[in-house]
């Protein structure tokens, strides 16, 4: 078995995760490039605002849920 040394695991990080942010900002990129711009209403925008406040306040719902209703 042969041994590694904390510097070595560490170098490997590090190159682990300038590749992560190397491929984040090629999938960014693409996303931006591919996916339509959409405009929201005003009633759209108040809504994000909601749902935003409520995942702050700990509310969710559980997918069972989610598939009775739109069963």
Excluded: H
Aim: hydrophobic residues 35%.
């Amino acid at each position: 078995m042969t041994q590694v040394t904390f510097d070595e695991v560490y170098a490997e990080v590090k190159k682990l995760n300038k590749r992560l942010d190397s491929m984040e900002k090629t999938l960014r990129a693409l996303m931006t490039m591919i996916l339509p711009e959409e405009e929201l209403s005003q009633a759209e925008w108040e809504e994000l605002k909601e749902i935003e406040a409520e995942m702050k306040r700990g509310e969710c719902t559980t997918l069972s849920e989610l598939t009775k209703n739109t069963v």
